[in-house]
T-cell receptor, first 121, second 111 residues
Framework: QVHLVESGAATEKPGASVRVSCKAS????????LHWVRQAPGQGLEWMGE??????????AQKFQGRVTMTSDTSISTAFLELRTLTSEDTAVYYC?????FGSGSYYDFWGQGTLVTVSS | QSALTQPASVSGSSGQSITISCSGT?????????VSWYQQHPGKAPQLLIY???KRPSGVSDRFSGSKSGSTASLTISGLQTEDEAVYIC???????????FGGGTRLTVI
């Protein structure tokens, strides 16, 4: 069955960068987009961006452009999110989620367990 | 501020039905029949309940149903059970640079 397993919790200082990984299994990795969604403590979900593992094309939300890099390694079925110049407002749980695209209904059918990133001096 | 508007909380008695609304704009829910709903228990990842407004994935109870009128989508849960206590989050395709928008989530309490 489908699994998305994310890397463990991270604590970073303000101004630093963080890299979160998302290892997929149980399906053909290049066949589905992966999205990154974050959730600050006690807050709602926020869409960050997507990657197409087939060709590594990415889209990101305007507020993260220039500060986020999404990549994937098809040899290990893993997607990566790097977020730079962290501030306390980046403290959140970061989720990867498999996205069924516009033509298939535009929804998330599987989610990773989430990675807590804490930004603190 | 979330792009889709949901009530912060709703409550209902065990066995009753409740409906959670999700109001969008002409840029998202009104334009697209691509609203999905997720259930999130504390400390857990969201789980898909409904997609394309009213479709249920296999394994989701038929006590959960969705609908949409204009720019407002709704999730109805019938026969409330204690395990339904969770946060319910709506989501819509929005296209363009926004791509996907979420509601702020509605906490359901089963009395």
């Amino acid at each position: 069955q489908v699994h998305l397993v994310e890397s463990g919790a991270a604590t970073e200082k303000p101004g630093a960068s963080v890299r979160v990984s998302c290892k997929a299994s149980g399906y053909k990795f290049i066949a589905y987009y992966l999205h990154w969604v974050r959730q600050a403590p006690g807050q709602g979900l926020e869409w960050m961006g997507e990657i197409n593992p087939r060709n590594s094309e990415t889209k990101s939300a305007q507020k993260f452009q220039g500060r986020v890099t999404m990549t994937s390694d098809t040899s290990i079925s893993t997607a990566f999110l790097e977020l730079r110049t962290l501030t306390s407002e980046d403290t959140a749980v970061y989720y990867c989620a498999r996205y069924r695209d516009f033509g298939s209904g535009s929804y998330y059918d599987f989610w990773g367990q989430g990675t807590l990133v804490t930004v603190s001096s | 501020q979330s792009a889709l508007t949901q009530p912060a909380s709703v409550s209902g008695s065990s066995g009753q039905s409740i409906t959670i609304s999700c109001s969008g704009t002409s840029s998202d829910a009104a334009t697209y029949h691509l609203v999905s709903w997720y259930q999130q228990h504390p400390g857990k990842a969201p789980q898909l309940l409904i997609y394309e407004v009213n479709k249920r994935p296999s394994g989701v109870s038929d006590r959960f149903s969705g609908s949409k009128s204009g720019s407002t989508a709704s999730l109805t849960i019938s026969g409330l059970q204690t395990e339904d206590e969770a946060v319910y989050i709506c989501c819509s395709y929005a296209g363009g640079n926004t791509f996907v928008v979420f509601g702020g989530g509605t906490r359901l309490t089963v009395i």
